[in-house]
């Protein structure tokens, strides 16, 4: 259980990096963060105490204790999806960055919510 | 009528295809892709028309044949029932629409062929996520109808569209974390993704504190994908940045198929509904309505004081969809459920036809005067008529005057209220319905009355855009007759027997 509530903690450190940074890498790499805390907790979600990794080593006794796969091929998932949320946050940080000559989001404020 | 149930996949088979060989072919015949993907919008109509109204029943079809193993569905499956249809139906009219109003207005951007690669994954996610049966899928169709409007909200690369799709990323990037977390939550309850077996599985147990805070995470994430009120802060900022027949598709659709859907589709058919949820989303949906008109009254450029009307129209139908959760779930007569639902789901395909039109609209003031502040404009309702018509139509439309379809959406979820002794919301609705008035009066004024502020050297919008704005003032007055009882049978009813079965959902899977 504590490693459920780690997972949590970190999912809530990204939140807080998010809300108090105020350059736009930091914003990036808090929401890396928290995608990252997820990523750990559907880890833990799918593991089963004392599995192996899910192969089949041996086509006569297919049923050993495994943990499930599922739950990897989610993380594989969302990693290429996390990979196109960076690559696309990057991106648009660096076109401000060439409009406005700053990271600061606090001169980047053309725009009132 | 018979029909292979592999051709609910060419939903999002057809744009992708379209997405990448758009660049291909507009190498070799420059300027095909415009064609290309308004044939495509419009062959996806057709088909949501034929499979919707010739094939009542539900298609039920597993990608890559993978069968259920006794009674647990393995592999991924898609659906297509009564409230995907209607959904479906509502994405590719108003997809058709923008695609059509884009071949002129997109003329004036540099790299129109990415516009359309973006436009056609946009669709595609959409038509994805509404044609899911499995959680996780949809999340992934979401994740891609979503990147693709960050990258249409920022595609004219001025500052403050940079910014605004920027904001957009990181809100809506923890909106789909927080998605993503109860998603994980569910799989670790349940151990299975599909909706209707989560459906059957949630159904034997009682709504403990495991299951409530799962659904404050998932309202919370969907609140941010459907702007209600205290998540709302990114979608005014996008949605005015944007060019307008993105607007169109963002405010319309993107917002219901993304948000507001997946709201329904989980909260009535996939977990018991539960008086307290019942309660969160309706005051959520209230606070959106009151808060997003006044915000409206407020704005001076165009494109915002839509956006901000976007926020109070949407607020209508999440106050719709918790009026007809809770009747459901305090156990009272299902036609009081039945009138609330019907509302929201009319209001809600109202909404992205005249809020499509009124942003096709703004784009073509913009198009011909290249300003978006109200206080620059004036008097054009004399250089373009056929503008100034539609957008009446469309802001008597929004504001709810009788003959126009707004009216009668708005008045089925009144007097649903009343019908149900919720004065209060009743009332809101009404008080609402004054200020929506009020902005739309501004708007009017400010920007087709009065002395002309330009001297003019500007005319009418191109061909392509005035068709298109046309057809969606034909579809304002019609849609008016989805009150007529023996036609709402046809749109609304199979939408709303899906909503109304609630757990019913799962026994049309396979293997359960």
């Known amino acids: 259980m504590t490693l459920y509530l780690l997972c949590f903690v970190l999912f809530m450190v990204g939140i807080y990096g998010v809300l108090t940074r105020r350059n736009l890498i930091k914003i990036v790499i808090s929401l890396t963060i928290m995608e990252f805390s997820i990523f750990l907790m559907l880890a833990l979600v799918g593991y089963v105490s004392g599995g192996q990794a899910p192969l089949v080593l041996d086509p006569e006794t297919p049923y050993?204790?495994?943990v499930d796969p599922l739950p990897q091929a989610m993380v594989l998932t969302t990693l290429v999806i996390a990979l196109a949320t960076n690559s696309m946050l990057l991106t648009m940080a660096i076109r401000l960055y060439k409009k406005y000559g700053t990271f600061d989001i606090r001169k980047i404020n053309e725009l009132k919510g | 009528m018979n029909m292979e149930s592999w051709v609910i996949t060419l939903f999002f088979v057809l744009p992708f295809f379209c997405a990448f060989v758009n660049p291909l072919a507009d190498r070799i015949f420059p300027g095909v892709q415009r064609v290309l993907t308004t044939?495509?919008?419009?062959?996806?109509?057709?088909?949501?028309?034929?499979?919707?109204?010739?094939?009542?029943?539900?298609?039920?079809?597993?990608?890559?044949?993978?069968?259920?193993?006794?009674?647990?569905?393995?592999?991924?499956?898609?659906?297509?029932?009564?409230?995907?249809?209607?959904?479906?139906?509502?994405?590719?009219?108003?997809?058709?629409?923008?695609?059509?109003?884009?071949?002129?207005y997109m003329k004036e951007y540099t790299g129109g062929k990415y516009f359309y690669v973006l436009i056609c994954l946009m669709i595609a996610g959409m038509n994805g996520v509404v044609l899911s049966g499995d959680l996780f899928n949809m999340y992934v169709f979401m994740e891609l109808a979503a990147k693709s409007s960050y990258a249409l909200v920022a595609f004219g690369l001025r500052k403050d569209e940079l910014e605004a799709s920027f904001k957009y990323q990181v809100l809506g990037g923890m909106a789909s974390l927080l998605i993503l977390f109860g998603i994980t939550m569910l799989y670790w309850k349940t151990s299975t993704l599909n909706m209707a077996d989560i459906s059957n599985l949630l159904q034997n147990s009682d709504n403990d504190a495991f299951i409530?805070?799962?659904?404050?995470?998932?309202?919370?994430?969907?609140?941010?994908?459907?702007?209600?009120?205290?998540?709302?802060?990114?979608?005014?900022?996008?949605?005015?940045?944007?060019?307008?027949?993105?607007?169109?598709?963002?405010?319309g659709v993107l917002i219901k198929a993304s948000g507001i859907y997946i709201l329904m589709r989980l909260f009535i058919n996939v977990f018991h509904p539960d008086e307290y949820i019942a309660l969160v989303i309706a005051t959520l949906?209230?606070?959106?309505?009151?808060?997003?008109?006044?915000?409206?009254?407020?704005?001076?450029?165009?494109?915002?004081?839509?956006?901000?009307?976007s926020i109070s129209q949407v607020g209508y139908v999440v106050m719709g969809l918790g009026?007809?959760?809770?009747?459901?779930?305090?156990?009272?007569?299902?036609?009081?459920?039945?009138?609330?639902?019907?509302?929201?789901?009319?209001?809600?395909?109202?909404?992205?036809?005249?809020?499509?039109?009124l942003f096709l609209n703004a784009g073509s003031v913009e198009y011909a005067t290249?300003?978006?502040?109200?206080?620059?404009?004036?008097?054009?309702?004399?250089?373009?008529?056929?503008t100034f018509a539609s957008t009446f139509v469309a802001s008597m439309s929004i504001v709810g005057i009788p003959p126009f379809n707004g009216f009668f959406s708005k008045l089925l979820i009144i007097v649903a209220a009343i019908n149900g002794e919720y004065y209060f919301r009743a009332a809101l609705g009404i008080i609402v319905g004054v200020i929506t008035l009020v902005t739309f009066v501004k708007f009017q004024v400010y920007t087709?009355?009065?002395?002309?502020?330009?001297?003019?050297?500007?005319?009418?919008?191109?061909?392509?855009?005035k068709i298109s704005m046309i057809s969606l003032v034909v579809l304002c007055f019609v849609l008016s007759i989805l009150i007529i009882p023996e036609v709402r049978s046809l749109v609304i009813d199979p939408a709303l027997d899906t909503l109304l079965e609630t757990n019913g959902y799962s026994t049309k899977m396979p293997g359960s």
């Open chain 1, 64 to 66: 050993v204790q495994v």
């Open chain 2, 39 to 104: 044939v495509m919008t419009f062959a996806l109509l057709i088909l949501t028309i034929f499979v919707c109204f010739y094939h009542q029943q539900t298609i039920v079809y597993a990608v890559g044949g993978w069968k259920p193993v006794g009674s647990v569905p393995i592999g991924i499956h898609l659906v297509l029932d009564g409230l995907s249809g209607f959904m479906l139906l509502m994405i590719n009219l108003i997809g058709f629409f923008s695609a059509f109003y884009a071949i002129d």
């Open chain 2, 212 to 251: 409530l805070f799962v659904q404050l995470i998932l309202i919370t994430g969907f609140g941010v994908k459907s702007a209600l009120i205290p998540f709302h802060g990114w979608l005014p900022d996008a949605h005015s940045s944007a060019p307008s027949p993105v607007s169109a598709i963002l405010s």
């Open chain 2, 285 to 309: 949906g209230g606070v959106s309505m009151f808060v997003g008109a006044l915000l409206a009254v407020g704005a001076l450029d165009v494109k915002r004081l839509l956006a901000y009307s």
């Open chain 2, 323 to 357: 009026l007809g959760m809770t009747v459901i779930a305090k156990g009272e007569d299902a036609s009081a459920a039945a009138l609330t639902f019907t509302g929201a789901l009319f209001h809600m395909f109202n909404h992205s036809v005249f809020k499509g039109l």
């Open chain 2, 370 to 386: 290249g300003a978006r502040n109200m206080k620059q404009m004036g008097g054009l309702a004399k250089y373009m008529p056929v």
């Open chain 2, 448 to 465: 087709f009355y009065g002395k002309p502020a330009f001297v003019s050297d500007f005319g009418e919008s191109p061909t392509f855009m």
